[in-house]
């Protein structure tokens, strides 16, 4: 391990503390804990698993425009304005 120094705010001392007294780890351990949390959130490979859980998502709704008619919208407006324009 490498040995580092980190500066905290009083609330969030005041906090480990009581997280550390209640859990009974002590506060290293706990500041480990969180930073792996921290780089296993920011992991490619999770970004990855969570755009592609949300494939789909959308594919039964009713109340929202189906995305390839404002498309078809768009390109005749922006077409249309490149001819008056």
Known sequence: MVRTQVYLTE??????????????INQSR????????LIEDH???KRLSLIQSGFGLWKERTDIPDLSDLREGWARRSNRMN???
Do not use: C, F, Y
């Not at 001392?13 to 550390?20: E, G, R, V």
């Not at 706990?30 to 949390?37: F, N, S």
């Open 43 to 45: 992991a490619p490979s």
């Open 30 to 37: 706990l500041i480990r804990q969180a930073i792996d949390r």
């Open 11 to 24: 609330n969030e001392k005041h906090h480990l503390d009581t997280i550390a007294e209640v859990s009974g």
């Open 83 to 85: 001819k008056d324009g």
